[in-house]
């Protein structure tokens, strides 16, 4: 057995996933650890699947509500959504098998503010939460979980849940103790101020504290995490973080933003990769990340000695940077930092550090609000995540995209978003290859000239045809002709592409 | 000369109206004091009006870039928008012709959150600002102002402001003074936590301290704030106040609410007063308000020992009530405290002390996709106002509305929003007289069957034929028929009701 589980109490729970999974019963609420492939469990989704496979044949009903951090992986949400054993999904994901069966009708998904989730655990709004499945790095001499690449919504599951089976991953890096900063904020009506005033203040612990009599199940694994290569930027992707950077340089040059004070939140991406290598030949120093993954780019601004600190609640890294995560991990928890994702995402912090955020988009409409869920207003993607968090409360709320898709069949600015998840409020800059659009303190008619601008030019007719067609109503202040709101949409439904002519 | 002027340098500054307007040029930026129709100037903006009526009879061109706390009223906004002297107004407007002109497109508005444009001016996203002017109840010996029945974004614009105006308006009660808590959040990178757990905490001074170097004017006034009387709660009102009760009392019943813990924030308007009035005869006790306006409603609520303490930062009251306050300040100030509005309506905030957000709404669509601002997409109403601050941190968010409106010709719900305010991931309950729709953790179907059954029974058929067609689509995560999507609003527009048949 391995030396990482140091409390005797829990060495004896310590048995085979077949058996842990015996305790997951059919309509259960399982509260899983995981955040954008990282510190997911490795056996016991396979093991919940097979279980669920063996009662199917059988003519049983058996699936389960799965919440999470983040997305997992194919070994996680794959095999699980492949043998229709989850019934309830909740509040991110991204495996293509999953989100077959969503936009399928075969399973349910709610789209929650990564924030929100671990609090709404909390304040009752999911009722009992029946068990929590727990990927830790070790177990302490007092029973204390030190978490892995990811520490997402595990407080408040294990905190919530009737029983806790715990993943022991030998493959994570034990050098990753340390790294974790756990905070409890206090229940309502006792909250606190949350003691961050910048991005590197530590003000919990580096272990998760639990309850070891509610643990049933111990299960030691050795499996690396999803971790996927990032593509070398583009040439689309390079001119898109050139423009970035000269948004920067412009707040720069009108007095808000010094070149030392750039507090970074970035989606995950290779749009935003492209960003971070731009930043490593910029003016900018001294570089703070709040943010809710750590990418490539930052470990390279990191070792550049361009980026101070990064916190985050996970790591989202390509397979050579994982490795190299893994093995130099004591080094790097000198200036990485991972938090529950109430805190990596909370509103009061991100408000107070003045961080600039910056996400990706499906499509933005000619008025800035965003679509980042719902291809044509129906068909999810992933999820919110995080954007929400970040937008509303950044200093700077940005979103990035080239400016068209699928070999220019889909536009990214179009009349009307088809699905809006960031509203022309919290829509401060949109960035595309031609162009930034910044749209702060203007009235929607100014907005729309300057997202029109940096449209792709082959969409730029259609999208001044609609606006003059808008023109044309008896109302101005947005102006709108709902009859061809979605002219772009159902075009693309009806002849493959957005294209109108 | 008044002795509400106790400071010798300002009483130097006494002027006129007109001598004070000669101080604002033409493509000025003016921050104006005034929240919600309380508070605000209410002689300069008739003296600029008048300039610009004059500059306009000589051919030349003048206007003014408008900020302010929130609504003024007619002798604010209403004479400057008759005159064609502004050019651009934000956060938020209500006057009748104000909003003909912005949506005639012949001034412009940008609809930012409350809690957001002092922060804006702070960071400098407006540039200079070159006026301020604001109401005080009267100026200390040390040139402190004391501010009126509201203090809006009076800081933020006096700390901006290159000239200051100060109205002393004899008509507000001395006794307000002492009702104030003026706090300012560092700046950026400065930024620390802001000291308020529950909604009664003071943290700041009674007065706002200014430069008294960039005062030009000091004017005299003697005027009522705008006080509209509230209407009688009729029939409609009552049952969707007994549906909110109803739902707190689940919220009891669940144990996630006890009788003295309900924070309350509602937004203006007879629903939301018949809301208060209902509280009267409820159980919960101890209730506080953490919200941006005292209306009548909680003034009852005081007087009735209901209500502990209201946080907020104007006033919005019926002339009868008005007079009331005037009379007894000094006894309301021990329950009642007035912040400047990004501290009443800071995320920070209002995440920590847990409230339950109530606002009105335009429309819901079967999704849970608010819209509060744009009738059919294009005409504003008033503005988003704070129900974005504090739907999106609320312990529990709300919107309250009549199903229906216009006798019938417009449903409240509809299949797709025409303007998007509040978001899915946002919003918890919906609640019209027919029940209430409690949106917590459902996916998008789930939540469609329920906002259906809370509209008009004369719409539920048409809602239930939309989403059967929308079930007919390819990805059915939200279902949606683009083609039909706006069916309600376009029948709208051409037949003057949205019922199909």
Redesign the interface.
Known sequence: MSERIANAQLRGKVMSAQEAAEFINYGDKVGMSGFTGAGYPKVLPTAIAERAKEAHARGEDYAIDVFTGASTASDADGVLAEADAVN?R?PYQSDPVMRGK????QM??????LS?LGM?VE????GTMNAAIVEAVRITEDGAIVPSSAVGNNVEFLDAAEKIIIEVNSWQSRDLEGMHDIYRIPA??N?????I??AGDRIGTTTIDIDPNKVVAVVETNAPDRNAPFKPADDISKQIAGNFLDFLEGEVA???LAYD?Y?MQSGVGNVPNAVMTGLLDSKFENIQAYTEVIQDGMVDLIDAGKMTVASATSFSLSPQYAEKMNNEAARYRESIILRPQQISN???VI????LIATNGMIEADMYG?INST???????MNG?GGS?DFT??A?ISSFISPSVAKDGAISAIVP?A?????????VMVVITEYGYADL????P??RAKKLISIAHPDYRPQLEEYYER??Q????????D??T??SF??NL?KNGTMRLS
Chains 1, 2 share one sequence.
């Not at 969503?102 to 009708?105: E, G, K, L, V, Y």
């Not at 304040?123 to 999911?126: H, I, K, V």
């Open positions: 309830f909740t969503i936009n399928s009708a349910k998904y709610a789209d929650i503010h929100h709404f304040q009752g709004f999911f309502l009506p909250r606190t101020p949350i003691p005033s910048s009108a007095g808000r004070q507090v909370h509103p009061e408000r107070r550090v003045g609000n719902n291809v044509s207003g129906s068909r999810v919110i929400g509303r409360n200093f009307f088809s699905h809006i998840d960031h509203t022309e409020h919290d702060r303190g203007l009235a008619r100014d808008a023109l109503g008896k109302h101005l202040h947005t102006p709108h709902l009859g709101a979605f949409h159902l439904e």
